[in-house]
């Protein structure tokens, strides 16, 4: 068994991503996420690769695209505004089937807002964020643990898939400490990168990665081949846990840091005789929509809990069964602060 170690969130992040192979890394300052640059630009020099602090949030994301094209995994690293300005590298390289790992550690917006946690970017991230209706692989992580190991795991399913994947997370699992297990990569079969640009060295084809499709039918032949991705994602890479729903006669959803809080506050209301269990999805995109049709299927009654007025909620709309009650609990940025478990425990009892 492996040694425990007490690190950040963000830290972790850039540990899994050198035991992930990363190369090449590229960002840009902005809290709550600047450990991550900060620890990269210590250690990934030392595993040969190569770490640029780049002028500006748009820049990074246009030599992670370089990168990725050259057949190298690369990664950058953001929040909620430097995310916004990455969106339009972020399309084009969904519109070059460029794998791409992007992390986001969410803080209060519009605009520059503040340092605080939200969870206000979900529309960001599970919608594609640019121009040209794509999507993204998108992982939400609850913990230290689960920030270590969703970012491997994000590296593997952008390989796979061959488009962009983001872990989506917010301050508070971001800076928080935790007991990890630093494991080593998983030994997953990854397909061979032939489509990326190698030059005409030892004979090699000189491929071209674009986004540019003006052949008759090429671009909605390729919008098809993506949908079609898509649903295999859906498929095969739906990611959620349970807690407490076998027996359960309402159940809570929420996900990341909120879910942790949400699980004591379901916690306490098993202690007072009420039948409550916890949905969190793990995959934001895709959405585990089968956990969700099954729960509903005979439990009517859903308490969805956010750090915003509501954007998951749309998900859990359209997911569960059609005579499902869905209630919405909110504290959207700018509240002042997280909410208790004693605060959502008293939502639960208002809806039960």
């Given at each position: 068994?492996?040694?425990?170690?007490?690190?950040?969130?963000?830290?972790?992040?850039?540990?899994?991503?050198?035991?992930?192979?990363?190369?090449?890394?590229?960002?840009?300052?902005?809290?709550?996420?600047?450990?991550?640059?900060?620890?990269?630009?210590?250690?990934l020099p030392k595993t040969g690769g190569t770490f640029?602090?780049?002028?500006?949030?748009?820049?990074?994301?246009?030599?992670?695209?370089?990168?990725?094209?050259?057949?190298?995994?690369?990664?950058?690293?953001?929040?909620?505004?430097?995310?916004?300005?990455?969106?339009?590298?972020?399309?084009?390289?969904?519109?070059?089937?460029?794998?791409?790992?992007?992390?986001?550690?969410?803080?209060?917006?519009?605009?520059?807002?503040?340092?605080?946690?939200?969870?206000?970017?979900?529309?960001?991230?599970?919608?594609?964020?640019?121009?040209?209706?794509?999507?993204?692989?998108?992982?939400?992580?609850?913990?230290?643990?689960?920030?270590?190991?969703?970012?491997?795991?994000?590296?593997?399913?952008?390989?796979?898939?061959?488009?962009?994947?983001?872990?989506?997370?917010?301050?508070?699992?971001?800076?928080?400490?935790?007991?990890?297990v630093a494991n080593s990569r998983p030994e997953t079969?990854?397909?061979?990168?032939?489509?990326?640009?190698?030059?005409?060295?030892?004979?090699?084809?000189?491929?071209?990665?674009?986004?540019?499709?003006?052949?008759?039918?090429?671009?909605?032949?390729?919008?098809?081949?993506?949908?079609?991705?898509?649903?295999?994602?859906?498929?095969?890479?739906?990611?959620?846990?349970?807690?407490?729903?076998?027996?359960?006669?309402?159940?809570?959803?929420?996900?990341?840091?909120?879910?942790?809080?949400?699980?004591?506050?379901?916690?306490?209301?098993?202690?007072?005789?009420?039948?409550?269990?916890?949905?969190?999805?793990?995959?934001?995109?895709?959405?585990?929509?089968?956990?969700?049709?099954?729960?509903?299927?005979?439990?009517?009654?859903?308490?969805?809990?956010?750090?915003?007025?509501?954007?998951?909620?749309?998900?859990?709309?359209?997911?569960?069964?059609?005579?499902?009650?869905?209630?919405?609990?909110?504290?959207?940025?700018?509240?002042?602060?997280?909410?208790?478990?004693?605060?959502?425990?008293?939502?639960?009892?208002?809806?039960?």
């Amino acid at each position: 068994m492996s040694e425990k170690i007490f690190v950040k969130g963000n830290e972790a992040v850039a540990m899994a991503a050198i035991e992930a192979g990363v190369r090449c890394y590229f960002g840009y300052p902005i809290t709550p996420q600047s450990d991550i640059p900060e620890y990269l630009s210590r250690e990934l020099p030392k595993t040969g690769g190569t770490f640029i602090q780049v002028e500006s949030e748009i820049g990074a994301i246009n030599m992670v695209l370089g990168a990725s094209a050259a057949g190298v995994r690369a990664m950058t690293s953001s929040s909620g505004p430097g995310i916004s300005l990455k969106q339009e590298g972020i399309s084009y390289m969904a519109g070059s089937e460029l794998p791409g790992v992007i992390v986001d550690i969410m803080r209060q917006g519009p605009g520059l807002g503040g340092i605080d946690a939200s969870q206000a970017d979900y529309f960001q991230a599970t919608r594609g964020g640019g121009h040209g209706g794509y999507r993204i692989i998108v992982l939400a992580p609850d913990s230290v643990q689960e920030m270590y190991d969703l970012t491997m795991l994000a590296f593997d399913l952008s390989d796979i898939y061959r488009m962009p994947a983001m872990v989506l997370a917010d301050s508070v699992i971001g800076q928080m400490k935790e007991s990890i297990v630093a494991n080593s990569r998983p030994e997953t079969p990854l397909p061979v990168k032939d489509w990326a640009v190698r030059g005409r060295a030892e004979g090699a084809d000189q491929n071209v990665v674009k986004s540019l499709k003006l052949g008759d039918g090429e671009m909605e032949a390729f919008h098809w081949a993506m949908h079609a991705r898509y649903q295999e994602l859906a498929d095969k890479e739906s990611r959620w846990e349970e807690y407490q729903t076998a027996d359960a006669e309402m159940i809570v959803t929420a996900f990341g840091s909120t879910a942790r809080i949400a699980r004591t506050a379901i916690e306490g209301a098993r202690a007072e005789g009420m039948k409550v269990g916890l949905l969190r999805p793990i995959t934001l995109f895709p959405f585990p929509k089968q956990a969700y049709t099954a729960l509903s299927a005979r439990c009517k009654r859903f308490l969805d809990i956010e750090l915003s007025t509501g954007q998951m909620i749309d998900d859990v709309r359209l997911s569960v069964a059609r005579d499902t009650d869905v209630a919405f609990y909110g504290r959207p940025p700018g509240a002042g602060s997280l909410p208790t478990p004693e605060e959502l425990l008293e939502q639960i009892r208002k809806i039960y």
